[in-house]
C-alpha cells in the first residue's frame, strides 16, 4: 500500500503533500478561487505525473536498447472539460524532445510503448476517456 500525507500549510487552500519517503509538493488553487500561488494546482500535477511515468518508461526503453540519451525534455498540453465540475482532462498532447544518438524509430518506438502500454498514468487518464496525443522530436548530439 501507498501512503501520502496532505496538511494544509499556507493560507486557507495552501497544502503539502508527502511520500513516505519524505518527498515533498506543494499545492494550491488559483488566485481567482482564493489561492495564493503557494504551489502546483492539484490537476497540474496529474500532468507532471504524466511527463514522470513515461519519461522514466521511455529512458528505461531506451537504455535496454543501449541508445545514448543526452538531453530528454517533454512539453505538455492539456484541456478540460469547460463548464463541468468535476473538470476532467479530455485531451493531452504530448511533446517528446530527445537529444544524442538516439535512432529515430527506436525513439518513436520507446514513446509508443509507454503511452500505450507501460505508463501507469497515461491508462489511468485512458479510462477517465481522455484522448493522449503525442509525438517524438529526436536532435543529434551538437544539434
Known amino acids: 500500500m501507498i501512503h501520502i500525507e496532505v496538511n494544509r500549510v499556507h493560507g486557507d487552500y495552501g497544502f503539502e ?5 519524505g518527498h515533498i509538493a506543494r499545492m494550491d488553487t488559483s488566485p481567482e478561487t482564493g489561492g495564493e500561488n503557494f504551489g502546483i494546482r492539484p490537476m497540474q500535477m496529474l500532468l507532471m505525473g504524466l511527463g514522470g511515468c513515461s519519461g522514466i518508461d521511455v529512458v528505461s526503453v531506451l537504455k535496454k536498447q543501449r541508445q545514448t ?6 512539453l505538455i498540453d492539456g484541456d478540460r472539460e469547460k ?25 518513436y ?5 509507454s503511452i500505450d502500454k507501460y505508463c ?5 487518464l485512458r479510462e477517465a ?3 493522449i496525443t503525442w ?8 544539434s
Open 69 to 74: 540519451v543526452e538531453g530528454f525534455r517533454m
Open 17 to 21: 503533500a508527502k511520500d513516505a519517503g
Open 120 to 124: 501507469s498514468v497515461a491508462a489511468t
Open 109 to 113: 518506438k520507446a514513446c509508443a510503448l
Open 135 to 142: 509525438e517524438v522530436n529526436v536532435l543529434k548530439t551538437g
Open 83 to 107: 463548464g463541468k465540475e468535476p473538470s476532467l482532462w479530455t485531451n493531452i498532447h504530448v511533446i517528446f524532445e530527445l537529444k544524442g544518438d538516439i535512432d529515430p524509430d527506436k525513439a
Open 129 to 131: 476517456r481522455c484522448k
